[in-house]
């Protein structure tokens, strides 16, 4: 069994913090105090601690749009993504990157969609066609990059 991962980050609301999670992407909350609360985010523990937000920049690549580093996020089914989507989109979330499909027809076929929190953290959520292909290589992804041990053939590191 894959074990969850804890991400802990700040936040400088918890009350829009909590309406955000909780009732706009639908996680479950956990344990709280006044000063943090737990998140069940998509089966892995998120702790939300009242603070000043990491800075991001919009420094990533994802095809021909630049997005926010650091950001975090989860790996869903296409169903619960879609679902997903469509309540971001309801709540009147801005999207960073709507909804889109990368990598069609290869392995490693993804939607991914990136947004905001109210504290301004980025979040990239994804949703694969097929499960297994989280980790596939693509022929898109050999050829970007060579890398030390491949001529002609990418290394993860470009990948987000």
């Avoid at 801005?94 to 392995?107: I, K, M, Q, S, V």
């Amino acid at each position: 069994m894959l074990m969850p991962f804890h991400l802990a980050i700040h936040v400088d609301d918890l009350d829009a913090a909590r309406v955000f999670y909780g009732e706009v992407l639908g996680c479950r909350e956990g344990r709280s105090a006044a000063t943090w609360v737990d998140f069940d985010f998509f089966g892995h523990q998120l702790s939300l601690h009242v603070g000043v937000p990491a800075a991001t920049a919009q420094t990533g690549q994802v095809d021909a749009h630049k997005v926010a580093m650091p950001h975090f996020g989860a790996v869903l089914d296409v169903a619960r993504f879609n679902a997903l989507a469509e309540r971001i989109a309801a709540a009147g979330v801005d999207f960073d990157l709507p909804p889109t499909l990368r990598f069609a027809g290869e392995p490693g076929a993804q939607w991914t969609m990136f947004f905001r929190d109210p504290a301004g953290n980025a979040i990239e959520i994804k949703g694969y066609v097929e499960p297994s292909g989280v980790f596939a290589v693509s022929e898109a992804t050999q050829s970007a990059t060579p890398g030390p041990d491949r001529a002609g053939s990418a290394t993860m590191a470009g990948r987000s």
